[in-house]
């Protein structure tokens, strides 16, 4: 297995199959296919934003990364370059359940929560495909962006997930050396973690 930065954009609808996979249930995987084949297609198109690929016999796709520099540029490149394809997938899904309005307002105006005063990366997104979990992709994937990062001018790695009923996921990156920053309720009442890799500078070698 080998890990690559992912560029052809014809790939995205793999890393769509592996996200479909891995996060059933989950709000992303509701707005469906499209609406995930532009997203990360925006990370492949973004300038300081990628996705790694762990890449598997007959050259599968059998885990990803996706990660962004400036996640705020990021997401306002996407509204600026994707606003009626988004706008499209968005109001499909409204009209498949209407009571996401709130959760979609929020992800469209997400750009000015993710802008903070230090540098940072953001892990946005890591999935793994079922019969791949227990061997090690998620953690190759993760060293892997951690060496892109050393030397750079960016103070930690930074990602959410579940707090609640979401064990597995936790201990998964406390072992790959994340440190939990803080909780937080989401406006929706969903409480969240915040994990944190400080990334050692050269001053301090």
């Excluded at 509701?30 to 790694?52: A, C, D, V």
């Excluded at 885990?63 to 990021?74: I, N, P, T």
């Excluded at 937080?184 to 944190?196: A, C, D, F, S, V």
Aim: charged letters at 25%; proline letters at 1%.
């Amino acid at each position: 297995m080998k890990v690559t930065l992912l560029k052809n954009k014809k790939r995205a609808v793999e890393v769509v199959d592996v996200h479909m996979q891995s996060f059933a249930g989950f709000f992303l995987t509701f707005l469906g296919k499209g609406f995930l084949k532009q997203l990360y297609q925006g990370f492949m198109e973004h300038n300081r934003s990628g996705i790694l690929a762990a890449v598997g016999r007959n050259d599968r796709i059998v885990g990803f990364l996706a990660y962004s520099e400036d996640l705020s540029g990021f997401y306002q490149y996407l509204i600026k370059k994707h606003l009626l394809t988004f706008s499209w997938y968005a109001f499909l899904g409204f009209v498949r359940n209407p009571k996401i309005c709130f959760r979609l307002f929020r992800a469209f105006f997400y750009s000015r929560e993710a802008k903070r005063q230090e540098a940072y990366i953001e892990l946005a997104s890591l999935g793994v495909l079922p019969d791949m979990e227990g061997m090690g992709v998620g953690s190759r994937l993760i060293e892997n962006l951690k060496r892109r990062a050393e030397g750079g001018k960016y103070q930690y790695i930074k990602l959410e997930t579940d707090s609640e009923n979401n064990d597995r996921v936790n201990r998964f990156y406390v072992k790959n050396g994340f440190v939990l920053d803080h909780s937080y309720l989401t406006r929706e009442g969903r409480k969240m973690n915040e994990y944190r890799f400080r990334i050692q500078t050269e001053a301090f070698r």
